[in-house]
Structure formats: structure tokens, C-alpha cells
């Protein structure tokens, strides 16, 4: 015997529906601090020495692990991220 689906399924679009929609000047402006970010991470990796890259990586991954953790303190509502 089936058991009803009682869930209710819901779209973006009707999760957005009282925001009004982004002007064309934010999407600039998001594009361009995208791809300004994109032109400055491939300037330092096309003109970047190092010296020591496994502590690079090591450290990199040391960061992202750590960046799941968060911190619970007493008198503060939320949490804290560990790399802060």
C-alpha cells in the first residue's frame, strides 16, 4: 500500500518571489569583483616563486580542514569559525 507524499516541493523561484529581481548595475558589479579576483589569483600564480610549495600545500590543506570547525563561546550567540 503507498503512503501519501505529504511534501511540499519548493523552487527558487518561489522562495525569491517577494525579493525584487538584481539590477543590471549589481550584476556588473558582482561580475567585475569576480573576475577581478580570477585576474589576480592567475597574476600570482603565473609570476610566483616559491621556494617551499609542499608547506604551501600542507598549510592550504591545514586551512580547509580547520574551516569546518566551529567554535561555541559562552556569552556569544552563534559560533565562530576556528580560522578567524
Known amino acids: ?3 501519501p507524499n505529504n511534501h511540499k516541493v519548493h523552487s527558487v523561484a518561489s522562495a525569491n518571489a517577494g525579493t525584487p529581481p538584481m539590477t543590471a548595475q549589481a550584476r556588473a558589479f558582482i561580475a567585475f569583483v569576480i573576475l577581478s579576483g580570477i ?24 586551512v ?21
Open 1 to 3: 500500500m503507498a503512503m
Open 39 to 62: 585576474a589576480a589569483l592567475a597574476s600570482g600564480f603565473l609570476h610566483s616563486s616559491w621556494p617551499d610549495w609542499p608547506r604551501f600545500v600542507c598549510y592550504g590543506l591545514a
Open 64 to 84: 580547509i580542514f580547520a574551516s569546518g570547525f566551529k567554535v561555541s563561546l559562552p556569552g556569544i550567540n552563534g559560533t565562530m569559525s576556528v580560522n578567524l
